[in-house]
T-cell receptor, first 113, second 117 residues
Framework: TQLLEQSPQFLSIQEGENLTVYCNSS?????LQWYRQEPGEGPVLLVT?????EVKKLKRLTFQFGDARKDSSLHITAAQPGDTGLYLC?????????????FGTGTRLKVLA | NAGVTQTPKFQVLKTGQSMTLQCAQD?????MYWYRQDPGMGLRLIYY???????DKGEVPNGYNVSRLNKREFSLRLESAAPSQTSVYFC????????????????FGPGTRLTVL
């Protein structure tokens, strides 16, 4: 069973603070995705990283893929209340003619004004 | 262009009843997936399908069956519902060939909230 451990599970911070969410596994992934999910909705993709060591930036969000493609991090600079939500990482593994995705347990972020 | 649609949105079953969750996508994707999401947890893969006529077990397949009816539709069936199957069910689709371009995206439906009493 492949596992993708995500930490922390919960995070409550003040507006303007920085934070980092981690996603770790013993499996090597073809790619790793980060999603954000709002209550009552399905996850929405934020970014996909493919190459070991790759760094991608999306405004105040910085995503990094580990050199060995087993782990990833999401860093948010100067968090805002609009960043509140559930953040999920998902690793892609080739299986039975397609990619299957293993999801982390999620990080529930609350940013207080 | 509706993306991924799921029906029903809500369902309440009694233990032992059966039902089928429907999913359809209009993005011409080959790969489709069924997940369940329990409170405080991420998504767990139930079944997935690489193409029409093929299906494979994910992490938690027990108690479920699936049918990939055609390229657009992928249904999930609970033959004899149990309280442990109370969850939110998400269907997703993706273009698997886009993974190595860094362009893979799973598109999710709005979910079906199922309660088994």
């Amino acid at each position: 069973t492949q596992l993708l451990e995500q930490s922390p599970q919960f995070l409550s911070i003040q507006e303007g603070e920085n934070l980092t969410v981690y996603c770790n596994s013993s499996s090597v992934f073809s790619s790793l995705q980060w999603y954000r999910q709002e209550p009552g909705e399905g996850p929405v993709l934020l970014v996909t990283v493919v190459t070991g060591g790759e760094v991608k930036k999306l405004k105040r969000l910085t995503f990094q893929f580990g050199d060995a493609r087993k782990d990833s991090s999401l860093h948010i600079t100067a968090a805002q209340p609009g960043d509140t939500g559930l953040y999920l990482c998902a690793g892609a593994l080739w299986s039975s003619g397609t990619y299957k995705y293993i999801f982390g347990t999620g990080t529930r972020l609350k940013v207080l004004a | 262009n509706a993306g991924v649609t799921q029906t029903p949105k809500f369902q309440v079953l009694k233990t032992g009843q059966s039902m089928t969750l429907q999913c359809a996508q209009d993005m011409n994707h080959n790969s489709m997936y069924w997940y369940r999401q329990d409170p405080g947890m991420g998504l767990r893969l139930i079944y997935y399908s690489a193409s029409e006529g093929t299906t494979d077990k994910g992490e938690v397949p027990n108690g479920y069956n699936v049918s990939r009816l055609n390229k657009r539709e992928f249904s999930l069936r609970l033959e004899s519902a149990a309280p442990s199957q109370t969850s939110v069910y998400f269907c997703a689709s993706s273009a698997a060939e886009a993974v190595l371009r860094g362009a893979d995206t799973q598109y999710f439906g709005p979910g079906t909230r199922l309660t088994v009493l």
